[in-house]
C-alpha cells in the first residue's frame, strides 16, 4: 500500500456551526443535538467523552455525513475546497462503531473477510462490483498490518466480535481517511485484539486525524488525551469536565 502524505498540523479539517439536529423520522422533530460548535483541524486527536444518551455516537454519524443540521452548518475542508454536501463526509472520514458491527453479525452475510475490507472503497455494506488487483493488495497489506491474514477468508458470520472489531478498522482504514471516528471500538475486545488495534492506530495516527469516544479514558493512548465532552446533546467549551450522571454526585 502507498504510504500516505503526512497530513498538515492545524489545517482546518471539519467546522461545526450552531449546528443542531433531530433524528430522520422523528415526527416530533425532537433535538438531539443543541448549538454544537466544534472547529477541529488536521492533526488533532480527540477523545470524546459523554454518559450513555449524550450524543457522541450522533454527533460521530453527523462528522461522517449520515445524519444532516436542522439548523447551522456543518463543512468539510476537501484537497477541492470546501464542501457541504454530507457525501463530502462520507469521502473524507470512515466510521467504525458498535451500530456497524451489529449490522453485520444481526444480517450474517455470508462474505469473506476479504470481500468486507473492499466494501470500503465504494462505501456500501456488501461488495457489488469486481475489484482491481492494486485494492486487492491493498487490503492484503492492511490485512498483515492488523496480523488478520488469516481472516480474509473466513466468512464473516464465523469470526469472533474481535476479529470483526479488527476487519472493520481494517475496512475504515484501508481507503486513507482524513478523518477516522471511532465509536466506543476497544470495548469487549480481549487484550490480544486491543493490543492489534491500538498498534495499527499508532501507525495511521499521522496520517489521519482520529477521534474516539469511550467510557474507559484509562485505555485511550496518550496521543489522542486532547478531550471533549458531550454533555445531554450539547458539546461543552474545552477543558470542561465530565458532569456527573444524574444519579451521581
Known sequence: METPSPLVPGSPLVDIEDLSLFLPGD??????LHHIDWHLCRGEHHLLLGHNGAGKTTLMRLMHGLLWPAEGRIVWHTSEGE????????????????DQQENYQRQRWYI?????????????????????????????DM????RALDLLDRMVPEVSQGQLRLLLLGRALVRQPDLLLLDECSDGLDADHSRRFYEVL?????????????????????????????HQGRLLAPGSALPPQEGEY
Open 83 to 98: 464542501e457541504t454536501s454530507p457525501i463530502a463526509g462520507r469521502a473524507v472520514s470512515a466510521l467504525v462503531s458498535p
Open 143 to 146: 490485512a498483515r498490518r492488523l
Open 202 to 230: 499508532d501507525g495511521v495516527r499521522e496520517h489521519c486525524t482520529v477521534i474516539m469516544s469511550s467510557h474507559r479514558p484509562e485505555q485511550v493512548p496518550d496521543w489522542c488525551r486532547k478531550t471533549r465532552v458531550i
Open 27 to 32: 415526527a416530533r422533530q425532537k433535538m438531539i
Open 112 to 140: 469473506t473477510g476479504r470481500e468486507l475490507l473492499l466494501t470500503a472503497f465504494e462505501d456500501t455494506p456488501l461488495l457489488y462490483t469486481s475489484s482491481s488487483e492494486q485494492r486487492h493488495a491493498q487490503v492484503e
